[in-house]
């Protein structure tokens, strides 16, 4: 299993930009593919954005599109956030996940099953 730490959230003003980090250790970090999920007070987690182990396929949830870019760094073991154009809505806590074969179908995808998680890294945006 692969361990995952998170960092780089924070309190941000809305329209502003954070880039969440996510450093990953214990197993062969190029062969998972990554992804990031949120999760809002009073609701269930979901999809943000994910990457393919090569880094040459991604996904994104519609609502992040043109604000948000996910990217790796395999020899750094870790994957990237950037976010940009930050608004009170994209508050939340953001999870990494590794996983060697998430399903991934038009802008979502979902966890195999077998896959690890880090313990998330609270983001708030203020009005």
């Known amino acids: 299993q692969v361990q995952l730490v998170e960092s780089g959230g924070g309190l941000v003003q809305a329209g502003g930009s954070l880039r969440l980090s996510c450093a990953a250790s214990g197993r062969t970090f190029s062969n998972y593919d990554m992804s990031w999920y949120r999760q809002a007070p009073g609701k269930e987690r979901e999809f943000v954005a994910a990457?393919?182990?090569?880094?040459?396929?991604?996904y994104y949830t519609d609502s992040v599109k043109g604000r948000f870019t996910i990217s790796r760094d395999n020899a750094k073991n870790t994957v990237y956030l950037q976010m940009n154009s930050l608004t009170p809505e994209d508050t939340a806590v953001y999870y990494c996940?590794?996983?060697?074969?998430?399903?991934?179908?038009?802008?979502?995808?979902?966890?195999?099953?077998?896959?690890?998680w880090g313990q998330g890294t609270q983001v708030t945006v203020s009005s």
């Open positions: 990457i393919a182990w090569s880094g040459d396929s991604t």
């Open positions: 996940n590794a996983d060697l074969n998430p399903y991934c179908t038009g802008d979502v995808c979902y966890p195999s099953g077998y896959d690890s």
